[in-house]
């Protein structure tokens, strides 16, 4: 399943750091963020839970930008 998101990030050296860490969580096929249009889309694999996936990578890309923002 593929998910479209707006995000908020402030640098383009942040999301490119936060996209390569969501790469490495379990249910993450692929994601892709773009810092200057403030998107993210994420291909979930199959059976993953999207609001608890998404609280996750809130959760870790906080540790890189704290300003980071996930809205549906």
């Known amino acids: 399943m593929q998910k ?3 995000i908020e990030v402030d640098c383009a050296n942040c999301a490119a750091a ?3 860490k969501l790469a490495d969580l379990a249910g ?7 810092y200057m ?8 694999a199959d059976g993953v839970d999207e609001s608890t996936k998404v ?3 809130l959760k870790v890309a906080r540790k ?3 300003d980071f923002e996930i809205e549906a």
């Open 4 to 6: 479209k998101y707006s």
């Open 18 to 20: 936060v996209e390569r």
């Open 28 to 34: 993450i096929e692929s994601i892709s963020i773009s």
């Open 37 to 44: 249009a403030q998107k993210m889309i994420v291909e979930y």
């Open 55 to 57: 609280k996750e990578m």
């Open 64 to 66: 890189i930008e704290p």
